[in-house]
């Protein structure tokens, strides 16, 4: 690392940590893109080469890059258009025109967005086309320099590429592709899809026309590679103004403070596990950044851990801490069932009949509700969609008949027990009989 070469100076505590704040906040919401992106070194070159021969060979080209969400798709090619665009006739001459599948739902829309990227609405003015390809020609041929020999290089990039195999006939696919393919104008096709798929929703004149070129964005971060994320996104840039204070929050974020916390490690394990990409992680060290203040200048591993607790925050047992004292009982009688008959599917008058057993051996603080009320407790449970049902044409049913599913598990549902506000004892020892 090379070293600082920042004029010392000491800064009020408060000052720093507002600094702190600004920079952090900065890198989590905004998505500064990084200088290099990291772990996809050869995706990079392969789709800044593939661009460059468009920006300044002018030959046609079209490419997908096909990752799941999060993955750093839209980040990839940000960091190839940053370094392309930062060659000096390329920045003049190469037109970017971006596209999304949720925004640009027909080929109309896409039509009027790609004229209005262009800066060719007064050039069309009222003309009328005959058809899609005869207007995107006028277009191209529009962008001709002045010597009418060769035309500026244009990069459509097709966000959510997927979404638009079901505009009709795929006639902008179709025509984009078609352009890329012949020698009309130098033209880029970037698709963007986290459908792995997607060649199969193509139509086979368009997919004849694309040149199967793909780069997958598939994450191979290992665990310890994950942590150091973790540090390198919470540490400070080497031109923090407070050189003492800059040395004090980069070692205490290193990986090895961290590691000495097992229950932290279990934390960033479950997340890494659940989800590896930037997005979640930005969340939960802006979580813990928000607990920094000038009396705890500092991130400490119980700020993860509670900003973790806030990011996995269960809706359903959130759901069940709300839930009426005869709700819960009635769920605890459906978990006895799922033991007592491994999971099948039950029904009202089943759940009525083991809440009655409970109510004459076991309860002595419970009211015995009458059955229109416990009915009722029921069909709520479903609207919550704790319990949902498995029988497809309920109209030939009676509704105390259905057959249903509970959607929760052992740990919600003790949790919830364990939450809940003055809960009698005799419904948490039958609680506990049913998960004995």
């Not at 030959?59 to 993955?71: D, F, K």
């Not at 229109?372 to 008949?401: G, W």
Request: proline content about 4%; glycine content about 4%.
């Amino acid at each position: 690392m090379s070293k600082r070469k920042v004029k010392e100076t000491h800064m009020p505590v408060g000052e720093c940590i507002s600094q702190v704040q600004m920079i952090l906040r900065e890198r989590f919401c905004h998505q500064r893109l990084p200088e290099k992106p990291v772990g996809m070194e050869s995706q990079h070159k392969h789709l800044l080469e593939l661009l460059r021969r468009t920006a300044v060979h002018g030959e046609s080209n079209s490419v997908l890059i096909v990752g799941p969400r999060g993955s750093g798709k839209t980040m990839l090619l940000n960091c190839v258009l940053r370094e392309l665009l930062e060659v000096k006739d390329v920045n003049k001459n190469v037109l970017p025109v971006h596209l999304n599948g949720l925004l640009q739902t027909d080929d109309r829309i896409a039509l009027k967005e790609i004229t209005r990227q262009l800066n060719l609405e007064n050039v069309v003015g009222d003309k009328v086309f005959g058809s899609f390809a005869e207007n995107l020609a006028f277009l191209l041929e529009a962008l001709k320099k002045g010597d009418r020999s060769s035309s500026r290089p244009v990069l459509f990039i097709l966000d959510e590429f997927d979404l638009f195999a079901h505009h009709k006939n795929q006639t902008l696919l179709y025509n984009l592709l078609d352009v890329s393919q012949s020698a009309q104008a130098p033209v880029a096709v970037i698709g963007l899809t986290c459908r792995l798929d997607v060649l199969e929703l193509l139509e086979k004149r368009v997919k004849s026309r694309f040149s199967h070129r793909q780069i997958h964005l598939l994450s191979s971060l290992s665990f310890i590679q994950y942590l150091d994320n973790v540090r390198s996104q919470l540490s400070l840039p080497q031109d923090f103004p407070d050189t003492n204070f800059y040395d004090e929050w980069n070692d205490g974020i290193k990986v090895r403070h961290f590691s000495s916390y097992p229950q932290l490690v279990d934390v960033l394990q479950r997340h890494y596990n659940s989800s590896k990409d930037f997005r979640s992680l930005h969340l939960l060290l802006m979580l813990a950044l928000s607990r920094v203040s000038a009396s705890k200048p500092a991130i400490k591993p119980t700020d993860l851990l509670e900003a973790s607790r806030v990011c996995m925050v269960d809706s359903k047992a959130n759901i069940l801490h709300g839930l009426s004292i005869l709700e819960l009982c009635l769920i605890i009688a459906m978990k006895h069932l799922n033991d007592i008959y491994e999971g099948e599917p039950f029904n009202f008058q089943m759940v009525h009949n083991e809440f009655k057993k409970f109510l004459q051996r076991k309860s002595h603080s419970i009211h015995n509700f009458d059955k229109p009320v416990v009915i009722k407790a029921f069909e709520h449970l479903q609207q919550l969609e704790l319990i949902k049902s498995m029988d497809s044409s309920t109209a030939k049913i009676q509704k105390e008949y259905q057959l249903m599913k509970l959607l929760l598990d052992h740990s919600q549902i003790m949790e919830a027990l364990q939450k809940y506000p003055q809960c009698p004892t005799d419904v948490k020892q039958w609680a506990m009989s049913a998960f004995g």
